[in-house]
């Protein structure tokens, strides 16, 4: 690649922006244009090195900061985040090729409230404490201290980069740990910005770390013996493999997996509402939102409303330029990613799939042809068995099958390796209850999807994820309680 150093997006170690010893690199491509957006430096095992040292060197001094003060800090970064609100917008647009309205509307709005939640829960944090009473008549007080994690590697996806980024480092930072960031290698702008604001609001140098690169350099991460947890966002796969790299020094990890989400209609529900949450749950990002929907299945009374609507519903999506305000769906990530959705699309054809909408790549013209856009798609025909229903795809697609009554809904939605989120779309309460707890998932929905409370916690089951981050969830994990036992 062309030295043009003063383009390059750097990492950022101990407090500046820096970059490898071997300088190497890779460009950002826009997956909208397929253009080339800038080269990015990646990082090798020795500035990974030196990413880690200085996250060590500035743990001691950070972990002894009053919660006051590192909340503090977390407010203002919220602040200072608004403040610059469409320099994100335009970073995440840039980097993902989703719609600047969603942009605007999630990613980036979600990024403040994430600081601020967390500050909030760890401020407000207390700690648990027992009386202790013997046989022989003594008493004892026992109480909880909660101690930083201390060094954590976040590493972060390329679909929802900025929101699940401080969703992530927000509680690390507020219980006083120090993070080593490795952002997905599609999707770097945000956090290299984000380093530029937690600059300016204060946070000391080495707190924050953020090293680019591929799969080698999350390996040098996670391996890394001075790295004392890890918290994950990605596939099932590659979470299986940062399991294995942490398994000798036996660290405790954080996995928000892949998912194949089921939606379960029943005769009852609100015909609009129901296909305007599935349309929502299926198609929002281009479908690469780990809790989409890839499996709904409707009750037979209604089967053919619903195929209808939703049919009616991907029909009238927009794909278009994602800084258009009427672009309501934009490309997948890139053109490897495309390239695996296809094969799916050929792969329901084979399972005997009848296409209701979509199975292809749509012309755009010469301006977007060049970008990873594919068509919203639709399918009937299949079972469970199909690969095509058991398999996360990650992109706009659903399966749409039959049942016939509760308990086969139950059973056809569990039939999964998966586990991280379902709905239930039904005008019985008792029903939407009984069902939604039924889910053998981390979170279900009932007549509504990706509803959030923060507080709430948050992760999967299965090859969905080990672990909860979310509100108290999140203190759990990166802290570590020492209980003091005092004789009275």
């Not at 820096?18 to 253009?35: K, L, Q, R, V, W």
């Not at 398994?247 to 089921?262: C, D, T």
């Not at 009616?312 to 672009?327: F, I, K, V």
């Not at 934009?330 to 296809?342: C, F, M, N």
Request: overall charge negative; hydrophobic content about 40%; some cysteine.
């Amino acid at each position: 690649m062309a030295e043009t150093a003063q383009y390059w997006m750097r990492n950022f170690v101990d407090g500046a922006y820096t970059e490898p010893e071997e300088t190497s690199g890779y460009n950002n491509i826009d997956p909208a244009t397929g253009a080339t957006l800038g080269p990015v430096h990646a990082a090798d095992e020795s500035l990974v090195n030196r990413a880690v040292s200085s996250a060590r060197r500035a743990l001691t001094a950070w972990a002894q900061t009053p919660v006051a003060e590192r909340t503090a800090l977390l407010r203002r970064a919220a602040d200072r985040i608004e403040e610059r609100f469409e320099e994100f917008v335009a970073a995440e647009v840039a980097d993902t090729g989703k719609s600047i309205t969603q942009a605007r509307s999630l990613d980036v709005l979600r990024a403040p409230q994430n600081f601020r939640s967390f500050a909030d829960t760890v401020a407000a944090a207390g700690q648990e404490s027992f009386i202790t009473e013997t046989k022989d008549g003594r008493r004892a007080l026992n109480y909880a201290v909660r101690k930083p994690l201390g060094v954590v590697a976040v590493i972060v996806p390329w679909n929802l980069p900025l929101l699940l980024l401080t969703w992530k480092v927000a509680p690390a930072l507020a219980c006083g740990n120090a993070v080593v960031v490795k952002p997905s290698e599609e999707t770097p702008s945000t956090a290299t910005l984000l380093a530029e604001v937690l600059t300016e609001v204060g946070l000391p140098a080495g707190v924050f770390n953020v090293v680019h690169g591929r799969g080698d350099v999350g390996e040098f991460l996670t391996r890394h013996p001075g790295i004392d947890g890890v918290t994950f966002t990605g596939s099932s796969a590659t979470g299986s493999r940062v399991m294995s790299a942490v398994a000798p020094r036996v660290r405790p990890v954080s996995f928000e997996l892949g998912g194949k989400n089921a939606a379960v209609v029943f005769e009852d529900a609100d015909l609009d509402e129901t296909l305007d949450g599935l349309a929502r749950s299926v198609f929002a990002n281009t479908g690469q939102v780990c809790l989409c929907t890839e499996r709904v299945y409707v009750h037979r009374d209604i089967f053919d409303d619903i195929a209808n609507g939703l049919t009616e519903r991907a029909s009238a999506l927009t794909l278009g330029r994602p800084t258009d305000a009427a672009t309501t769906t934009g490309p997948l990530i890139s053109q490897a990613h495309r390239d695996k959705v296809l094969r799916y699309f050929e792969l329901a054809e084979r399972e005997g799939a009848e296409l209701l909408v979509g199975g292809g790549v749509p012309d755009l013209g010469a301006e977007l042809n060049g970008g990873s856009w594919i068509e919203p798609t639709l399918w009937t025909g299949l079972t469970n068995e199909a690969a095509t229903v058991r398999e996360e795809i990650f992109g706009p697609v659903a399966a749409l099958i039959p049942f016939s009554d509760e308990n086969e809904a139950i059973t056809l939605a569990n039939d999964t390796d998966y586990g991280l989120a379902a709905s239930v779309w039904t005008n019985d309460l008792r029903r939407g209850h009984r069902v939604a707890q039924a889910m053998n998932v981390g979170m279900s929905w009932v007549n509504t999807w990706f509803l959030r409370d923060l507080r709430s916690p948050f992760g999967g089951m299965g090859l969905s994820g080990l672990g909860r981050e979310g509100g108290a969830s999140s203190l759990h994990f990166y802290t570590d309680p020492t209980n003091v036992c005092v004789q009275l």
